[in-house]
């Protein structure tokens, strides 16, 4: 067979082929199907339409809307016929009326809380007159007076809290260009991880005093009397730093360890799958040796506050309920709180050595630090700074305790009043939290178990008023067993030490220098930089006051350091370092 193309006629008239009715040029061309006129500009979509209902039988020239080729049905504005009910016989209208209009307008809709009692309005400023009025407050009887109210509907209640957009969560630490990332570690490497590690045999070292805990803080909840919170503006805390703590260097000097951290860097690793916002730790291989270091000001000095709940916090520091400025009121709040149930009798128990990082003369919050080592391989040994806050003595045997506080804000953001619920369902009030903060609560297990705490009291502490944040209650204290509560949050011991060993054999692998550790702010991963040496040095720049307002200490009370305090907020200053006798300090004070 050959292939005929036959003859193509030109028409001057337009596109397409002539309007002519002389039977097809070619023998095997189809009968019955029509052209579709179109215009240079249309946008063809699709070639033949197959859905459509198609009878090549009845398919003619006088009903061209049948054929599979027709779009006048796609486009509105054709000048074709389209197609009505009444031509297409299966087409079925199921219903023709009209939507029905609401019965009392858009106002009117389902409210769950509208036979509760208002509850208190957000502003601390009570409603104008004029306000009321226009919600239908100032009319007889509280009908409404003037235009109906178009205001989006809130169904404010006790477990409803308005939803935010995600925040973009910052970088605890600036990733410089000139950074150099060497790993990149994934969350859920860490879940897998498990290593188990003893408890060590005895310290090697404890130094600091500690005082009683007063028993009568077990007694105290929201229906007898709830405790105010009292302010110790006198009692200097330190947070000092792995490679500045004078014992560290002293027993490195002594090689009783090949690894140096304290109970704050290590518990941050252990739980690092639980955390949501940003952190990082300063690593330093010298020699054979591995320090474990926080920078000065880090966010590992502060308490973060809601940070696994879904609800949103503010993004402006000036905001009370921001993220920063609760993390700064629960430091606060911790710091007055682990001082607060102490007996302050006078009566204290002394260890090996004073304070090592006080200086004379000096109030200090009692607190001991003891240093452990931990045996994580053969030849691999581990030290840490951990920290007791009371001690306790029960029928002549005395228990090592550690001191937290949780802080209420605003019940609205938890959908839990503590002051209602914490007597009768303090297990929803703690499930909660859990929920809400399962980082810091794990850290604090961590803590106390690193400590070889026998005991860890957790006190709920909440505001006076929700917008008040310098005035705080002690609502009750509750006492844990550090490895039961780790068991009921199920926080894994031998995770945790997982976790520390692969870092640990990570960071041994690395050349002489100094690292970084970073979370990542949006991902559940971490990354380690390689950082040049003197990174992290001098950041804090103190811009020197006028000169009429400096104030000149007297001559016999000049000495080689200073101390310089950093006031976060009006009412607290978390965060200040001091220089004196040769060694760098971190102290966290009241300001």
């Not at 004078?246 to 027993?251: A, I, N, S, Y």
């Not at 002051?419 to 929920?435: D, I, M, P, S």
Request: proline share 9%.
């Amino acid at each position: 067979m050959g292939f005929e193309i036959g003859a193509v006629p030109f028409n001057p008239d337009g596109w397409g082929p002539l309007d002519t009715s002389s039977p097809p040029p070619l023998s095997n061309h189809l009968s019955n199907v029509p052209f579709a006129p179109f215009s240079r500009s249309d946008k063809l979509g699709r070639i033949a339409d197959w859905t459509r209902n198609y009878n090549p039988s009845s398919a003619s020239r006088n009903h061209p809307h049948h054929s599979v080729f027709d779009f006048a049905l796609d486009d509105p504005s054709s000048a074709s016929p389209a197609l009505t009910a009444d031509e297409d016989p299966s087409f079925r209208l199921v219903d023709g009326k009209p939507p029905p209009r609401p019965r009392f307008g858009p106002r009117w809709r389902f409210n769950p809380n509208h036979n509760r009692p208002n509850l208190p309005q957000r502003r601390d400023d009570n409603p104008s007159q004029s306000d009321k009025d226009s919600r239908g407050g100032g009319g007889a009887g509280g009908q409404r007076s003037g235009p109906p109210d178009r205001r989006p509907f809130r169904p404010y209640g006790p477990n409803f809290h308005p939803r935010r957009e995600a925040a973009v969560l910052k970088s605890s630490v600036d990733i410089q260009p000139e950074w150099t990332m060497l790993e990149q570690i994934p969350f859920s490497t860490f879940t897998k991880l498990s290593y188990s590690v003893p408890d060590p045999p005895e310290d090697l070292l404890v130094c600091g005093a500690l005082e009683f805990y007063d028993r009568g803080y077990d007694r105290v909840n929201p229906r007898s009397g709830e405790r105010r919170l009292e302010r110790f503006k006198s009692c200097n805390f330190f947070k000092v730093t792995t490679t500045d703590d004078p014992v560290v260097r002293r027993l490195a000097n002594e090689d009783r360890a090949t690894v140096f951290a304290t109970d704050t860097i290590l518990s941050a690793l252990m739980c690092a799958p639980r955390s949501a916002y940003s952190w990082d730790v300063v690593v330093q291989r010298v020699g054979n040796k591995l320090f474990f270091d926080k920078r000065d000001g880090s966010q590992l000095d502060l308490l973060s506050v809601n940070e696994t709940s879904q609800e949103q916090l503010p993004d402006s520091k000036d905001d009370i309920n921001s993220a920063h400025s609760l993390s700064v009121e629960a430091a606060y709040i911790n710091q007055n709180f682990s001082q607060q149930v102490l007996m302050r009798d006078g009566n204290k128990v002394t260890f090996d050595e004073p304070n090592p990082f006080a200086s004379e003369g000096e109030e200090v919050a009692p607190v001991a630090y003891r240093y452990r080592r931990w045996k994580l391989d053969d030849d691999l040994y581990l030290v840490s700074r951990c920290e007791v806050h009371a001690i306790s003595d029960n029928k002549g045997q005395r228990s090592f305790l550690t001191l937290n506080a949780l802080n209420e804000f605003d019940p609205k953001y938890t959908g839990v009043d503590w002051r209602q619920k914490l007597e009768t369902q303090r297990g929803a009030v703690l499930a909660t939290e859990l929920k809400n903060n399962a980082n810091k609560l794990a850290k604090w297990t961590a803590q106390a178990m690193l400590g070889g705490a026998d005991l860890m009291k957790i006190g709920y502490v909440s505001r006076t008023h929700p917008r008040d944040h310098y005035n705080h209650a002690i609502l009750s204290v509750v006492g844990y067993k550090p490895r039961e509560f780790a068991a009921q949050i199920n926080l894994n011991p031998a995770n945790m030490w997982g976790i520390v060993k692969s870092v640990v054999d990570l960071c041994m692998k690395l050349n002489e220098g100094k690292y970084v550790i970073v979370k990542d702010p949006m991902k559940p991963q971490v990354r380690i930089y390689e950082v040049p040496p003197d990174a992290f040095e001098n950041e804090y720049v103190e811009e020197p006051l006028p000169e009429e307002e400096q104030v000149q200490p007297p001559a016999e009370d000049q000495t080689d350091g200073a101390a310089e305090e950093v006031a976060a907020g009006d009412a607290v200053g978390i965060a200040a370092s001091v220089e004196g006798g040769g060694e760098k300090k971190e102290v966290v004070s009241e300001a």
